[in-house]
């Protein structure tokens, strides 16, 4: 079987950003299909191409995979009205491949949610098999969050989105409430498939070498971040615990930032105003060697802005590594991941913008050490039993296959 699979925001391992594309794209060759993967120029990702454009494009095969990836550049760290226009031109021209490409069933997985449009051009003037994957509800989460505020620009991605659920033959959500929100949109649930995001195991394991950033010593509680620093994830929390721990002269706890986003200038700019030396920034690094860092760290923060849209409605990646790595994970808001990290108590639940809580967690965590070995334990077992990303991604190739 062929499948058309449009992701804008698609890496390899070798690349800073998530490789759930990638995986799934790998096994379904695994199971015998063909595979042609369009995609856009991220910031951070790694296509696997080298060679030039022309015509504002280029393609070849990677690891099996056929890309095509389209002269479009794309950062965090641009501005909202051209990271719009980035969207919009994708879509556009994924249409045409749409019509063009020899293909049994299109995929196609946000964000964007413009990712859909080739999808619903492909349903109703092709007749042609369409599976959309939402991994962030939108217009909810900008809308809650108050980014966009234009009524007409939210009523458009309202129809956006309800006419790409509505023209999928199936959808795929990464988290409970994401289901839940594509069903509301008036989706049978028959339609809809939970697979979120998986723990790449052999990746995260024993074998890698640990290593710590300059400035973090040995004897240090070493507290990790890996991610965007935009606004969604709500880093100032962070910053505010530095502080206080700063206060309390707990020196031993240091906090690692590692990635890049609109945020990250002026929360440095921050740290070395209030001369905060307990947050330590770092570059993206790939796969390989965030495994590495993770094996070095002792805690790993899952962190957001305050928005109930994300309690339930979110499927990050970095928390999906953090339990591959075996790491505790100090949770700072309400929801799905919250409530699986008490269940399986394999880390810390903090109140949402508490940096007295906050810090009040970390300083446990750093006078009884015993207690992070047990967590982290309880973490790869909740990684192995129920997060292997093999296991997802064969749930997956069956879903999308299944919809010809």
Not at 268 to 274: A, G, W
Not at 336 to 364: K, N, R, T, Y
Not at 372 to 378: A, D, H, I, R, S
Request: hydrophobic share 40%; charged share 20%; with cysteine.
């Amino acid at each position: 079987m062929r499948v058309l699979y449009f992701h804008q925001h698609f890496s390899t391992p070798k690349g800073a950003a998530g490789i759930r594309s990638y995986q799934m794209a790998r096994q379904l060759i695994e199971h015998g299909h063909e595979i042609t993967m369009v995609c856009g120029s991220y910031g951070g990702g790694e296509t696997g191409l080298k060679m030039p454009f022309r015509y504002g494009r280029r393609q070849g095969f990677v690891d099996g995979i056929r890309v095509i990836e389209f002269d479009l550049n794309y950062s965090n760290n641009d501005s909202f009205v051209k990271r719009v226009r980035t969207f919009i031109k994708f879509a556009l021209r994924s249409i045409s491949l749409a019509f063009s490409e020899k293909y049994d069933v299109l995929f196609a997985t946000t964000t964007p949610l413009t990712a859909g449009i080739p999808g619903i051009f492909a349903r109703w003037l092709r007749g042609k098999p369409f599976v959309f994957e939402v991994r962030d509800l939108w217009p909810e989460l900008p809308r809650e969050m108050g980014a966009i505020k234009n009524p007409v620009v939210l009523w458009l991605m309202s129809l956006l989105e309800w006419a790409s659920y509505r023209s999928a033959n199936r959808c795929i959500g990464l988290s409970p409430g994401i289901v839940e929100g594509i069903a509301n949109r008036g989706v049978e649930k028959t339609r809809i498939a939970l697979v979120p995001n998986g723990c790449d195991l052999s990746i995260f394991c024993d074998e890698v070498d640990p290593w710590r950033p300059v400035g973090v010593c040995d004897s240090d509680l070493m507290a990790i971040f890996t991610g965007t620093h935009g606004v969604a994830n709500g880093l100032e929390i962070v910053l505010g615990t530095a502080a206080e721990l700063k206060r309390r002269g707990r020196n031993d706890i240091k906090m690692v930032l590692v990635g890049q986003g609109k945020c990250k200038n002026a929360l440095q700019h921050r740290v070395k105003i209030e001369g905060l030396g307990n947050v330590i920034f770092h570059p993206p690094v790939n796969k390989m060697k965030l495994a590495g860092l993770m094996a070095g760290a002792d805690i790993g923060l899952q962190i957001l802005a305050n928005v109930p849209a994300f309690y339930f409605g979110t499927s990050p990646n970095k928390f999906f590594d953090y339990i591959s790595s075996g790491l505790p994970v100090l949770n700072n808001y309400p929801g799905w991941l919250a409530e699986m990290i008490e269940d399986h108590q394999c880390g810390f639940v903090v109140p949402p913008e508490s940096p007295v809580a906050f810090a009040d967690a970390l300083e446990s965590a750093m006078d009884e050490m015993h207690r992070l070995v047990t967590m982290g334990q309880n973490s790869r077992r909740l990684a192995e039993l129920s997060f292997d990303r093999k296991h997802l991604a064969n749930e997956w190739v069956e879903w999308v296959t299944g919809a010809v």
